[in-house]
């Protein structure tokens, strides 16, 4: 699966521009505020119909005009190509369509163009909270299984009813136990097979993820990942019924998988405290790489991988292990910026991978011929 086209009216700071990509490197070259990341934005609405860098939609219609579209061709192994098109409004919602047909829910387009980002604004899944790091697994859970993204999206409306029900037994002093038993109950039958299916994805995701920071590092150091759940100790109904008179107390529930978290720790102490900037990027390119592995062991044909300003803060050694993990037959389409243009010919001419460079400039876009490594 290949992107061959984007077009961009009025997204963020493009007016108009249509781009045509190679099946290997594709690079934006430009300097910092000029709309690199921005064409990684776009992309990833085309695979995951949202954004990854902007909180809102309409963060990313172009200053002082109404409407934004997004549009991308996606060509198969069969030469079939799909026509994905999202287009924003101020006020509305957002129009989601697949060669004119449109979703009945956003979900179902959720794994169908897989895409892996490696992002600075990825340090916050080290030094974030435990939402955080729960969000990245459930986002590649969710590429592999929908069903699992529904079933996560029914949790949380269930424990937004647990919890409601809890802030008014507290403030008028009467429990309506019979109102708990039932809303404890559908915890327990939506949280367990989440908590079960989290439990077998670390399982898998872990020893990729070891073995992607071990050759970037070049086996200099040890790292680890685990699951972090009450739900190892007990099953959830019990959890719930221990717990009763704390979640009262303090009016939300305190135990659940909308708790679960996850340990990563290098040479035995955490990478949230211990570990330098280049330890803790480098984290954050294995789990990512990770992601993209476990999505192929999936059955993904190669996931595209948007690569945002990744080289800072890496020492040359470990950009060079990583090209030559990106260098495998494995990786498929990879969409990369930098502000270095000389520097992103460099890295790949090294491991030999075709690339073509684009030039950034304030919403400008100059494509060039391909550049052969």
């Given amino acids: 699966m290949l992107l061959k086209k984007l077009n961009l009216l009025n997204f963020r700071n493009y007016q108009e521009i249509e781009l045509n990509f190679c099946n290997t490197v594709n690079c934006f070259s430009g300097l910092n505020g000029s709309g690199?990341?921005?064409?990684?934005?776009?992309?990833h609405y085309?695979?995951?119909?949202?954004?990854?860098?902007?909180?809102?939609?309409?963060?990313?219609?172009?200053?002082?005009t109404s409407m934004s579209m997004v549009q991308g061709v996606f060509e198969h192994?069969?030469?079939?190509?799909?026509?994905?098109?999202?287009?924003?409004?101020?006020?509305?919602?957002?129009?989601?369509?697949?060669?004119?047909?449109?979703?009945?829910r956003l979900g179902e387009h959720i794994g169908k163009y897989p895409v892996v980002v490696i992002a600075p604004i990825d340090q916050i899944i080290i030094s974030g909270g435990s939402e955080i790091r729960r969000r990245f697994i459930d986002s590649i859970i969710s590429q592999a299984d929908p069903n699992y993204l529904f079933s996560l999206i029914s949790y949380n409306q269930a424990l937004l009813q647990r919890n409601s029900?809890?802030?008014?037994?507290?403030?008028?002093?009467?429990?309506?136990?019979?109102?708990?038993?039932?809303w404890n109950e559908r915890l327990f039958d939506l949280g367990t097979p989440i908590f079960?299916?989290?439990?077998?994805?670390?399982?898998d995701f872990q020893k990729m993820f070891l073995e992607h920071y071990r050759f970037i590092s070049d086996n200099s150091e040890e790292v680890d990942i685990q699951y972090n759940s009450s739900l190892h100790q007990d099953k959830l109904s019990n959890l719930l019924e221990s717990s009763f008179d704390k979640d009262l107390e303090l009016k939300y529930t305190t135990v659940g998988i909308h708790?679960?978290?996850?340990d990563i720790v290098l040479n035995g102490f955490p990478v949230k405290k211990y570990a330098?900037?280049?330890?803790q990027k480098s984290v954050i390119i294995a789990l990512k790489l990770a992601q993209f592995s476990y999505l192929q062991q999936q059955g993904f044909k190669k996931p595209m991988v948007l690569l945002d300003d990744i080289?800072?803060?890496l020492d040359d050694n470990r950009v060079e292990r990583l090209m030559e993990l990106v260098a495998k037959d494995q990786f498929g389409q990879l969409f990369v910026t930098d502000t270095n243009e000389s520097k992103l010919n460099q890295v790949f001419r090294n491991v030999g991978i075709d690339t073509r460079v684009f030039n950034v400039n304030n919403g400008i876009v100059n494509e060039p011929n391909p550049q052969i490594a």
Avoid: P, W
């Fill in 165 to 182: 029900l809890l802030k008014k037994c507290h403030q008028s002093g009467l429990v309506d136990k019979l109102s708990f038993d039932i």
């Fill in 36 to 43: 690199k990341t921005n064409i990684l934005e776009a992309i």
């Fill in 77 to 104: 192994n069969d030469n079939q190509a799909d026509t994905v098109l999202c287009t924003l409004k101020h006020g509305q919602k957002k129009q989601f369509t697949v060669n004119k047909n449109e979703y009945q």
């Fill in 276 to 279: 330098s900037q280049g330890q």
């Fill in 311 to 313: 080289f800072d803060k």
């Fill in 46 to 64: 085309l695979a995951m119909t949202k954004g990854y860098f902007s909180g809102t939609d309409s963060q990313n219609i172009r200053y002082n």
């Fill in 259 to 262: 708790k679960d978290d996850l």
């Fill in 196 to 203: 079960e299916k989290r439990k077998l994805f670390i399982a």
